[in-house]
C-alpha cells in the first residue's frame, strides 16, 4: 500500500478528483481518467433501475464521448475488494495495454496499481 503522496502530481489529482466524486455523489465508487492531452473525466457509480455502470466505465464512456482518443492513466477508489476485470478492460480499450489503473482505498492509499493489459 502506497499513499498517494508518493504519486506523481497527475497520478494524484486523479485519485483526488476519484476520492472527491464517491464522496460528493454518495456512491460506493468514484473513478477519474486522464486522455492523451492531460484532460480528465470524472465519475461515481451510476446505479439506476435500468442502468447500472461501475465509476470507471463511467468516466471511460465519458472520455470516449468528448472525444478522447487515448488514456494516459486510470483511477478508482472503492471499498471493493477487486476491481472487476470488465472495467479494467474498459480502459485497456481506450488506452492501450500498459495503461496503469490506481485502485486506491477511499482514505487516497493506493492499495494496487493494476495494468490494463
Known amino acids: 500500500?502506497?499513499?498517494?503522496?508518493?504519486?506523481?502530481?497527475?497520478?494524484?489529482?486523479?485519485?483526488?478528483?476519484?476520492?472527491?466524486?464517491?464522496?460528493?455523489?454518495?456512491?460506493?465508487e468514484g473513478a477519474a481518467v486522464r486522455d492523451e492531452?492531460?484532460?480528465t473525466y470524472v465519475a461515481g457509480t451510476v446505479a439506476l433501475d435500468s442502468l447500472?455502470?461501475?465509476?470507471?466505465?463511467?468516466?471511460?464512456?465519458?472520455?470516449?464521448?468528448?472525444?478522447?482518443?487515448?488514456?494516459?492513466?486510470?483511477?478508482?477508489?472503492?471499498?471493493?475488494g477487486e476491481v472487476p476485470a470488465d472495467d479494467v478492460a474498459a480502459v485497456r480499450d481506450l488506452g492501450g495495454a500498459g495503461t496503469p489503473v490506481l485502485v486506491a482505498d477511499p482514505d487516497g492509499t493506493i492499495r494496487e496499481t493494476l495494468t490494463a493489459g
Do not use: W, Y
Request: glycine letters at 4%; hydrophobic letters at 45%; charged letters at 25%.
Open 1 to 28: 500500500m502506497t499513499d498517494s503522496s508518493a504519486l506523481d502530481p497527475e497520478d494524484r489529482k486523479i485519485v483526488t478528483l476519484a476520492r472527491s466524486a464517491r464522496v460528493r455523489n454518495g456512491v460506493p
Open 37 to 39: 492531452t492531460g484532460r
Open 52 to 80: 447500472r455502470l461501475s465509476a470507471l466505465r463511467t468516466a471511460v464512456a465519458m472520455a470516449v464521448a468528448s472525444g478522447a482518443t487515448s488514456l494516459e492513466a486510470a483511477a478508482v477508489v472503492t471499498e471493493a
